[in-house]
């Protein structure tokens, strides 16, 4: 057998530099754990940060380059360009925000802080890597890089037993939907020959057609195992009873950050490696596309516990992203198609991970002191609290896809993307589903600015949860008025 | 020995696997069950390698890294279930149920 | 043209208020009335730069900016005004100030309520001023938000049904709307939201009907048409005052300002098509809110339903194809925002008295408050369409230009009028005259100083455009013109004062 494409090569170290950077903080996080005195362990967050401070540098310092580096065969395994650098920011953002967050839940709730930190950092190296990766392996390493910390993350509270059976089950879930994807791509690397996704692009459109129905089973096995990741119907059922059982913080990490991530994988893949088949695929994100947007949608009405009703919210959100999965086409002339269904894709994920992070912060400032998850202890917010009250209303509306908000144009371009591929069928849905979530969304609003609250007593929010939610507000609002700010980068962020 | 010989040995270890995981009740059992289909992957990994001509080593890299991260994701496994069977005496994923599904 | 951008700086001056206010330290409530009060003023301030600048003369749409806003999409900031968009603007920055005086004895959270006083400025003045559809939606929407925040946390009784059925009917006509918007997006090519754009796109006029309707949905609700009208006294009813002035001086007027800025020009075979029944709805509302305001016991309800009478005249002046009726109803707009909005005012003045809006628990006033009731009684007789006052100058070119197309029309319209007169006065009669039978009613203050200052404009204005209407007809005849040519190419638009010669083909008899 001959060794082809594993001589010795030389390493592009500037082009890895985020990651090498993150991993390296993730690891000073964890040795300073061990030194700090109990009462100093908090130490770590602000470590943790200054990492991923260092490592948004990083990636600001590669901005606007185009490169690659780990080749296989002549192709690269790992790229840095606009789209991945586009996301390895957009991870750095949420992880500088679920660490405010995170920050007053694990200092008052006795946890071990130092491991926490060391396992965020290190999901979050995985969504980085995730978004270089371009072949099979490096995408099922970083897939694993974002959920198994993040598994642990869930079940923190030790003596808890919501929290283990959140745990539990997402792991189970978790592993499960890896050993389906990793079948799939067993399969697509014994149809190509490769694990290179450039390779199976080029490849994997002149096979057979004896073969076809290998590539509609490898490519329905990967998507089952990334739905499970991406919490799609009917493979979400973990998600809203971990998000509820796990420390909140991580719910907020999982419905973000590892969400993304797995999208990314999902982008990278669609995009990349099997546009020449979309034929084939196609219906198959259809389908999962109006069943996520419309069980998370009806099920998120008759929720009474905030964090599940941003689980189901954040499920039906899942969907209007498949939607620009289903929008893919082959053949010639489908490139600009494509590239508008990929804008319209990263558009939705960067305003989704703001504003759901956002939600999750206020649902955790509300229940810090004075309050509680129950959605009907929001009723008079309004009252108490008019910052939190506010803050909270919008991003509900942002989710809601209402202005003045940037979900009002994530969803608008999904929409508009969808009317111009002609998948009329598709828009009405997702029409349907803004209105029946309107519905949710407005009735916490509605209590919180009109009903009477049950207690005076003012909601405490500590200041850097103030100043992480007004960020995350002001963003919002900015995307509103001048959505450029993200729409030329995502422009630009071609595979 | 023809390569269908392994695909369908590998398939025969898919499909106990997933039967394991949707019938079996114990956490440990579901965990082996998984690794029954971790395993399959596995074989389909080798054989695709050993016998396409142009598929080369990847595929025994891919599955060396499946073995390495399945080797993590047990670890965390059997830690979250001694977890929860210190806190339950049992690890019936049935009772978990303090939330509903 | 003048350089400074006078019209975009109106539209965004009320939501930099807005911000200001919202950062304003809480303990002082003061503060927030003031600025709320001085922001409203700057905001009429410029407004009346833009009526300088305005030329008559100028055809089309003058004093706006254009700017790329995603250029992906087609969707643009086209901002603009015309003869018709140019007096809304007016009528919404008069107001302003006003119904800020209104509310000046809100105590509760007068920061917030202040702030969405001054977003829902920004809202509307957008509205009137967007010439690019997709602004246009965006801005339609903005004002829909502050509405309900101001009915259902300020407003009275059964407040919060009344914002959910105001929000709920708004919100489904606009989506209808919206999918008539999208649809014409995709169908101009470019793909554009822009309106020249649009107005350059051929429709077959099956499509346009589809599509008028969609927009008919949205307008008819707001202005609002018999029969989506329910939610309208409800609304009027529960609002706080200055929400009340709002929603009949300025909100109601978007939904006939819709009609003829868009409905008609975009889908004029379809407006053709539709014209009898529009003209129907409309008669029937005149006639209907006429009667239904006869019987009602609560002030309040009772104008919200002369609202619904006196807005039927409005479009039916504009859908009988003829320049009078045309300008007459664009007047008409203006006159009832003036007249309407000077009695929420003053029915809301009578509430701070004696925290009651029953009819029943009046009598008397007239003697224990007189200035208050000769104001009252101006008010009513300029809303019932005096001669001399705004309200006829409008009445009576509406029901001039339905005469000339439509003459059987006038008689049931002409009955509205008449009605108005019973409506009107009977509840005047009845709050004002006769002797003092409840003891309250007896112990009540007259108009005070800032009452006054925020009556006065009005009542100033009521007589202006009675006397002499001829500044404002000058710039709205161009504008109702190019509006009216395309409901009836034939319509004579080289007069516009005066009575038109019969048209040699009467249409319909």
């Not at chain 3, 920004?122 to 309900?148: I, N, Q």
């Not at chain 3, 077959?204 to 006294?233: C, D, E």
Request: contains cysteine; negative net charge; charged residues 10%.
């Amino acid at each position: 057998m001959e060794l082809t494409g594993l001589v010795q090569q030389s390493v592009d170290w500037h082009a890895i530099a985020p990651e090498l950077v993150l991993a390296v903080s993730a690891f000073i996080v964890l040795v300073a754990d061990l030194f700090l005195p109990k009462e100093g362990k908090w130490i770590a967050m602000p470590l943790a940060a200054a990492g991923i401070v260092a490592t948004l540098a990083a990636v600001v310092s590669l901005a606007g380059d185009d490169r690659g580096t780990f080749e296989v065969a002549g192709s690269a395994t790992f790229v840095v360009n606009d789209f991945a650098l586009l996301f390895k920011g957009l991870f750095c953002v949420i992880g500088l925000f679920v660490l405010a967050i995170s920050f007053h839940h694990f200092r008052s709730g006795r946890y071990y802080q130092g491991e926490y930190y060391f396992l965020m950092l290190t999901s979050l190296l995985g969504g980085l890597a995730m978004a270089s990766a371009r072949d099979l392996i490096s995408i099922f390493i970083a897939i694993e890089l974002i959920s198994i910390p993040a598994i642990v993350m869930s079940a923190m509270r030790k003596g808890d037993a919501r929290s283990n059976e959140a745990g539990l089950k997402f792991f189970l879930f978790s592993v499960l939907s890896s050993a389906l994807m990793l079948y799939g791509m067993s399969l697509i690397y014994g149809l190509t020959g490769s694990t290179v996704l450039t390779d199976i692009a080029s490849s994997i459109g002149s096979i057979e057609a004896s073969s076809e129905p290998v590539v509609v089973l490898a490519v329905f096995f990967l998507l089952v195992g990334f739905a499970f990741k991406i919490s799609a119907v009917p493979f979400h059922f973990w998600a809203p009873d971990t998000y509820e059982g796990a420390p909140s913080p991580v719910a907020a990490f999982l419905s973000t950050a590892s969400k993304v991530g797995g999208f990314v994988g999902l982008l990278i893949l669609m995009f990349e490696a099997f546009p020449s088949v979309a034929d084939t695929w196609r219906p198959l994100f259809a389908i999962l596309a109006v069943a996520t947007m419309t069980v998370g949608n009806l099920v998120a009405l008759r929720q009474t516990q905030i964090i599940r009703l941003l689980a189901y919210s954040g499920i039906a959100q899942s969907g209007y992203v498949l939607v620009c999965f289903a929008l893919i086409e082959s053949g010639p002339g489908a490139a600009e198609a494509n590239r508008q269904a990929l804008t319209s894709a990263i558009v939705y994920l960067a305003i989704y991970a703001v504003m759901d992070a956002g939600a999750f912060a206020a649902a955790v400032s509300f229940a810090r002191k004075g309050g509680s998850y129950f959605i009907s202890d929001y009723s008079g917010l309004w009252r108490r609290s008019p910052v939190l009250a506010t803050l909270m209303a919008g991003f509900l509306v942002s989710l809601a896809g209402t202005p003045p908000m940037a979900g009002a144009w994530a969803k608008l371009f999904v929409f508009l993307a969808t009317v111009q591929a002609e998948v009329y069928w598709l828009a009405v849905v997702m029409g349907v589903n803004a209105v029946i979530a309107a519905w949710y969304y407005l009735a916490v609003v509605k209590a919180m600015f009109f009903d009477q609250p049950d207690s005076t007593e003012a909601v405490e929010v500590p200041y850097l949860l103030r100043a992480a939610m007004g960020l995350a507000a002001a963003a919002l609002v900015a995307v509103f008025v001048y959505p450029p700010l993200i729409t030329d980068l995502a422009d630009k962020a071609p595979l | 020995m023809p390569i269908a010989y392994f695909l369908v040995l590998s398939s025969l270890l898919f499909c106990i696997g997933v039967y394991g995981v949707l019938a079996r009740q114990n956490a440990v059992l579901i965990l082996l069950s998984i690794e029954l289909m971790l395993n399959a992957v596995n074989i389909n990994l080798l054989a695709f390698s050993a016998h396409l001509a142009e598929a080369g080593v990847p595929g025994q890299i891919f599955a060396l890294f499946v073995i390495a991260v399945a080797a993590a994701e047990v670890g965390v496994g059997l830690a979250i279930v001694i977890l929860i069977f210190r806190n339950r005496q049992n690890v019936d994923v049935d009772e978990m149920s303090l939330m509903k599904w | 043209m003048s350089d400074l951008r006078f019209l975009d700086i109106a539209i965004f001056l009320p939501l930099a208020g807005a911000l200001l206010i919202a950062f304003l330290p809480r303990s002082n409530a003061n503060l927030a009335r003031w600025a709320a009060l001085i922001v409203t003023l700057a905001t009429f301030a410029v407004s009346i730069g833009v009526l300088v600048d305005f030329e008559a003369s100028l055809g089309g749409f003058q004093l706006g900016s254009e700017a790329v806003w995603i250029k992906d999409w087609g969707i643009s900031y086209i901002t603009g005004v015309d003869g018709i968009s140019l007096w809304m603007v007016m009528l919404t920055t008069f107001l302003m100030p006003l119904g800020v005086l209104a509310s000046w004895s809100i105590g509760e959270r007068p920061k917030a309520y202040f702030a969405l006083l001054l977003a829902l400025e920004t809202g509307m003045l957008g509205v009137f001023s967007s010439l690019d559809l997709f602004l246009f939606y965006l801005f339609w929407e903005v004002t829909l938000v502050p509405m309900y925040f101001l009915i259902g946390m300020w407003g009275y009784g059964r407040r919060i049904y009344a914002a959910m059925k105001f929000f709920l009917f708004t919100l489904v006509g606009s989506l209808l709307m919206l999918v008539a918007i999208m649809f014409m997006y995709f169908a101009t090519e470019p793909n554009s939201f822009s309106l020249t754009d649009m107005l350059a796109t051929e429709l077959s006029s099956g499509t346009q009907r589809w599509l008028f309707l969609g927009f008919f949905a949205s307008f008819a609700v707001k202005v609002p048409l018999v029969p989506f009208h329910t939610w309208l006294p409800d609304a009027h009813t529960e609002a706080p005052t200055a929400g009340s002035v709002m929603l009949a001086g300025v909100l109601l007027k978007m939904g006939a300002y819709g009609l003829l800025r868009f409905a008609i020009p975009l889908f004029p075979d379809a407006a053709r098509y539709f014209v009898p029944l529009i003209i129907a709805l409309a008669t029937i509302g005149i006639v209907y809110g006429a009667v239904v305001a006869i019987v009602q016991k609560d002030l309040k309800r009772l104008i919200a339903y002369s609202s619904v009478a006196h807005l039927g005249f409005v479009v039916l002046g504009m859908f009988v194809g003829t320049v009078q009726g045309m300008s007459g109803g664009i007047l008409q707009m203006v006159s009832h925002g003036l007249s309407t909005g000077a009695l929420f005012m003053l029915v809301g003045m009578l509430y701070e008295r004696r925290h009651t809006r029953q009819i029943a628990d009046f009598g008397g006033l007239g003697k224990t408050i007189p200035i208050f009731s000769g104001i009252f009684l101006f008010v009513v007789l300029s809303s019932i369409g005096l001669p001399g006052l705004n309200g006829f100058v409008g009445e009576f070119l509406v029901l001039l230009g339905t005469f000339l197309n439509y003459r059987w029309w006038v008689v049931p319209a002409a009955f509205g009028v008449v009605l108005a007169a019973i409506y009107l006065l009977w509840a005047y009669q009845r709050v004002f005259q006769g002797p003092v039978t409840d003891e309250a009613n007896a112990r009540i203050a007259d108009v005070n100083s800032r009452e006054v200052a925020m009556l006065a404009p009005l009542l100033v204005l009521i007589v202006a455009i009675g006397v002499y209407p001829k500044p404002f007809l000058d710039r709205i005849n161009p504008a109702a013109c190019r509006v009216v040519i395309q409901l009836d190419p034939d319509a004579d638009c080289s007069r516009i004062e005066g009575v038109v010669a019969p048209r040699a083909h009467e249409e319909d008899e």
